[in-house]
């Protein structure tokens, strides 16, 4: 491997373990005593924060190696996604939610779950979603470096987390998400306009920031 890109391999790895350990209970469970519980989200989200900034800067400063060639459709593809991605992503950050990533279940109503009725792990799939057409539209060594784990990580997660909150849940969970996972019965209206609104203002920012921090458009052209 390419010495220039050890730092990104260091920050993606670094990435991925502070989402891997903090999820082994016995070591949040310590954190959390250690620090009070509003001290370790504190804490875990400026960690997050710094650790997506070393991504970007060492994923934009990683030579170009080509995978595949980039073909103009491909260019497409994170333009048609990444809204769904925006919008999962924020309402599944605002919408109540024991079962997945997301604030706690604190206020969730079971008999209007929200965005849940469509997937209990809104997050998880709006990362899938922003992971994979980024993977195909680089197509270079550091590309997949990044958005391969985090596609990894995103999938993986889903099945983690619902046997983690089914042991923790126990006889509750069925009760819980009898209405979760019905796309059949999905309300725009339930979830909230607002939410999909700021869903795609979140798009739109990170559309205009896109060339700021990485240093290419992703608009097609």
Request: glycine share 10%; proline share 10%; net charge positive.
């Amino acid at each position: 491997m390419d010495e220039t890109l050890w730092p990104l391999v260091v920050a993606v790895a670094a990435f991925v373990a502070s989402h891997l350990v903090p999820a082994t209970p016995a070591v949040r469970g310590r954190l959390i005593r250690r620090l009070g519980g509003r001290g370790y989200f504190l804490g875990y989200g400026l960690l997050s924060l710094v650790l997506v900034a070393m991504v970007a800067v060492t994923f934009r400063a990683a030579p170009h190696v080509e995978v595949w060639p980039q073909e103009p459709w491909m260019r497409w593809l994170p333009i048609l996604t990444m809204p769904v991605a925006s919008v999962l992503i924020l309402a599944g950050m605002t919408t109540p939610n024991p079962f997945s990533v997301g604030p706690t279940g604190r206020g969730f109503d079971p008999a209007r779950p929200g965005l849940l009725r469509l997937t209990r792990h809104p997050v998880l799939w709006g990362m899938t979603i922003w992971a994979a057409p980024h993977a195909v539209v680089n197509g270079d060594v550091a590309a997949l470096l990044l958005f391969v784990p985090m596609l990894a990580l995103s999938l993986l997660g889903i099945p983690w987390l619902e046997w983690k909150r089914r042991l923790a849940l126990g006889a509750d969970f069925d009760r819980l998400a009898a209405a979760t996972s019905r796309p059949r019965t999905f309300s725009l209206m339930e979830v909230g306009f607002w939410r999909i609104g700021l869903g795609l203002v979140l798009y739109a920012v990170l559309t205009w920031l896109h060339p700021v921090l990485l240093g290419v458009s992703p608009l097609p052209g």
